[in-house]
């Protein structure tokens, strides 16, 4: 019997993890740089959403950092990236979701907030760079700050308990689709116990604002404006549709080394991938994605430890793509390509 549970518990985890939308880690990204142009992360200054080639004046953006970050359970990163106002902002697109739950972890670490009208820094957006699904504001407040949820343009409700700065805080955001036009409900989660599962009552919730607007599909760190932005850290972004997906595998299982790939468009015209692989692999997964995060193509494929050309839906238009491969171990690599 406790074999049949164990495989049960088993089968449950698995599930659970594989309903995980996109994670990123930081973890093999230049540090010292802009976060910008590393995986799929772009700024644009003057879109809301900072997806994009940058056209603002500034086109600086978050730093990559090599300072750890990591929560119990949820966990860890050498890098994590840098949270500051006057900056421009930077997101990223990832598979579209219309799911019934929707959640979105990152942890973080903040040195000071603003007590006086604060503005959100994080958002997630529906279809396009303006239609804005839920945001997190933080606030000061004495000795540390409140994590505060809106939807839409909706008022900004704040967890009532002040958390410490300076310290690493897992926040989780829960957006749950319902039948009429404005009673999708986000809920709020900070510094939750993951063993314990996904709580029954949330530290703050809301309906107020308009529902999301089509399939929820990116995402955007904001810094750009002067006033009212935290300055800190975060780390360990993850989009799930559920509670157990959002929980980062170990470091070492889940990426492959940079050198592992090198991936060529040149041919990708006449519906050839050329991959150069530095490890032999079997019943791997393949996705290209344009820089939107739709999905171009999917498959499973093989390597042989050589010049591999895998057969992919033709691509014409120019422009920039991702290419992502995942073997059955679930490690990933990720690599931006521009067609020409």
Not at 141 to 168: L, P, R
Not at 224 to 237: H, I, K, Q
């Amino acid at each position: 019997m406790k074999k049949v549970l164990l495989i049960i518990s088993l089968f449950f985890i698995s599930l659970s993890q594989s309903q995980n939308i996109f994670r990123d880690y930081f973890n093999t990204y230049t540090t010292g740089a802009q976060l910008s142009g590393q995986g799929t992360w772009t700024n644009n200054s003057s879109n809301p959403g900072g997806l994009g080639n940058c056209t603002g004046a500034i086109c600086t953006n978050a730093q990559v950092l090599p300072t750890a970050i990591s929560y119990n359970q949820y966990g860890s990163s050498p890098n994590s990236i840098q949270i500051s106002p006057d900056r421009d902002g930077c997101g990223t697109a990832f598979t579209a979701s219309n799911a019934t739950n929707f959640y979105v972890g990152m942890v973080l670490n903040i040195s000071n907030a603003i007590s006086t009208s604060p503005t959100d820094f994080f958002r997630v957006m529906s279809g396009n760079n303006n239609n804005v699904t839920f945001r997190i504001t933080l606030q000061s407040f004495g000795g540390g700050f409140y994590v505060g949820i809106s939807k839409a343009s909706g008022s900004v409700f704040y967890f009532s308990q002040a958390i410490s700065y300076n310290t690493n805080h897992l926040i989780i955001v829960k957006y749950t689709r319902a039948a009429g036009t404005t009673d999708d409900a986000v809920r709020l989660y900070v510094d939750p116990v993951l063993s314990l599962g996904e709580p029954a009552t949330p530290d703050m919730a809301t309906t107020n604002g308009t529902d999301a607007l089509g399939s929820i599909d990116r995402m955007c760190f904001r810094q750009n404006a002067t006033l009212g932005l935290p300055t800190g850290r975060v780390g360990l972004v993850s989009v799930s549709g559920s509670w157990t997906g959002l929980i980062f595998p170990t470091l070492a299982n889940e990426t492959f080394e940079k050198n592992n790939f090198v991936v060529s468009t040149s041919e990708i015209n006449t519906g050839i991938l050329n991959i150069k692989s530095n490890v032999a692999l079997e019943n791997a997964q393949l996705s290209i994605y344009d820089i939107q995060g739709r999905k171009m193509d999917t498959k499973t494929i093989s390597l042989a430890e050589n010049i591999n050309a895998i057969v992919v839906n033709p691509i014409h238009n120019a422009g920039i793509y991702i290419v992502e491969i995942t073997s059955e171990n679930h490690q990933r690599f990720t690599q931006k390509v521009i067609v020409n």
